[in-house]
């Protein structure tokens, strides 16, 4: 179940400090590239019922991660229309449309 709450959505409030806001379709780019940055989402953690993510899952990335993502050319699609607005805050729209899910 993704979200900073674990409830399948993309909400965010005080207590999450890494805007868990985007939500993704992730890629195998993005989750190598994750990894790469010491944030291994492939992995299960079953401690933390994670059952670890592979290419096509949708996943609530934090805001930051995902910009840092674009800007190293490998941010994975989003739903625009189950982002968070908060994530307005931290990435500008031009970008998040731009990178919008387009199913096949």
């Given at each position: 179940m993704t979200g900073f709450y674990r409830d399948g959505f993309c909400?965010?409030?005080e207590f999450d400090h890494?805007?868990?806001?985007?939500?993704a379709v992730v890629t195998s780019e993005?989750?190598?590239?994750?990894?790469?940055?010491?944030?291994?989402?492939?992995t299960?953690?079953?401690?933390?019922?994670?059952p670890g993510l592979k290419a096509?899952?949708?996943w609530c990335l934090c805001a930051l991660r995902w910009k840092e993502a674009l800007e190293a050319?490998?941010?994975?699609?989003?739903?625009?229309?189950?982002?968070?607005?908060?994530t307005l805050d931290f990435i500008l729209m031009?970008?998040?449309?731009?990178?919008a899910y387009q199913p096949l």
């Open positions: 909400r965010t409030d890494g805007s868990h806001t985007v939500c993005f989750l190598a590239y994750s990894k790469s940055r010491g944030n291994d989402l492939i299960p953690r079953p401690e933390y019922r994670f096509g899952d949708k050319g490998c941010a994975p699609p989003i739903f625009l229309e189950a982002t968070n607005e908060k031009e970008d998040l449309i731009a990178h």
